[in-house]
């Protein structure tokens, strides 16, 4: 409107305070605090309005990517949030949450296979193909059986797919126990099959 002192063209926060291409901007930043800010404002407001910040998922998956970001926790903690809500948005980051899942025996993992359950429950396929993917591209990489692990979770998990895993995890489990660890933590965010 005319007259009234404000500018069309400047960005302006929604009523619920939340402004969405400062937001972005943010995650974009190159200042490690300005980005962890935005970061923190994407996971308040996932709290009350997930939906609102579906549009962020491409720079939070180009902070996954970025080794040097050192904000993959917060990032994984806010993709976990919006698969929840949006998995469909969050399909592009299965690789780089798969490789967070596969490589970070910690916090992040719990995050990271939290997002990837929401998304395999809505993209089973594409889901379990990325799995699928990592473990063919190299089979005698170290972290081989903790893929094959998740991929039998996520079969379970998966309305696609009707193999139980009970017995490869138990398999899996008595051969080394990192994998037991690997596949516990994942039975737990996942569910445990009925037996």
């Known amino acids: 409107m ?7 063209d400047e960005p302006v926060a929604s009523s619920d305070g939340f402004d969405l291409s400062a937001t972005l901007a943010g995650l974009d930043a190159q200042e490690v605090e300005r980005r962890r800010e935005a970061l923190r404002t994407v996971r308040t407001t996932l709290e009350e309005r997930p ?3 579906a549009p962020t998922v491409p720079k939070l998956r180009g902070l996954l990517e970025d080794p040097d970001a050192d904000c993959d926790g917060l990032v994984l903690e806010c993709l976990a949030e919006l698969a929840a809500v949006t ?3 969050v399909v592009p980051t299965v690789d780089a949450v798969l490789e967070h899942a596969c490589e970070r025996p910690d916090a992040e993992t719990t995050a990271a296979l939290r997002c990837l359950s929401h998304v395999a429950e809505a993209r089973p396929r594409r889901t ?3 799995v699928r993917e990592r473990l063919d591209a190299d089979p005698t990489a170290g972290d081989a059986d903790q893929v094959e692990a998740l991929l039998a979770v996520l079969r ?4 696609a797919f009707d193999e139980a895993p009970t017995e490869r995890l138990e398999e899996l489990s008595a051969a080394d126990p990192a994998v037991r660890e690997h596949a516990e ?3 737990a965010v996942f569910g445990r099959p009925e037996a």
């Open 2 to 8: 005319q007259g009234d002192g404000s500018r069309s």
């Open 51 to 53: 939906e609102r910040c």
């Open 87 to 89: 998995p469909a948005d």
């Open 128 to 130: 379990v193909e990325a």
């Open 156 to 159: 379970h998990r998966s309305d």
């Open 185 to 187: 933590l994942a039975l």
